[in-house]
């Protein structure tokens, strides 16, 4: 009887474990997609924020900027233990302090961006938008493989 029940809990601890497993895996690979698909934004978006920074259209500049600190912020909630992968550098994990702090500068950034357009500051919103765009670099040097 002992050995019974034995080997029936061993039985099911194994189907929950191997759930489990499946499920965790499931869950990093969609975590990974997921802010690699925020990026690929934050990049479609940078790129046509530039041009309009130098003609004035402020209204849909503010649209492509609230949309890409969307991003930003959500970018910063998808790097849980354990969920290591895609082009992210391990680095992130070893180091979270200063990959925080990176990632509130470029939110900060995009904020001050957002800023200028509001203030309708063509001169501040060019050298904003330069500010901003200096932060993908020097995060990917040190967090992209
Ligand atoms: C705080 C750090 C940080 C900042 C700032 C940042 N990135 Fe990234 N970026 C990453 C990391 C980390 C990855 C890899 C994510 C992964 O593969 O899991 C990445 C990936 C990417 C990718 C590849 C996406 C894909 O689908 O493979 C592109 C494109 C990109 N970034 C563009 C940009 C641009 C453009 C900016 C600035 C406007 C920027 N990034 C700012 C950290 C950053």
Redesign the pocket.
Known sequence: MIFKILLFSLFFSFFAHAHEINMEDKNVEQI?KK???N??K??AH??KMHPLTMTGEFEEIKNLNDE?LHA?KE?KLLFPEGSQ?????TL?WEDRET?DL??D??IKAIEDVGESIDNEDSISLMENFKI??S??G???KK???
């Open positions: 990974v802010r690699m698909s990026m690929s934050i990049k940078s790129t890409m930003a970018f992968g895609g082009k992210a550098s992130i990959f990176f990632i500068n470029f901003m765009a932060n993908c020097t995060c990917h967090f992209k493989n």
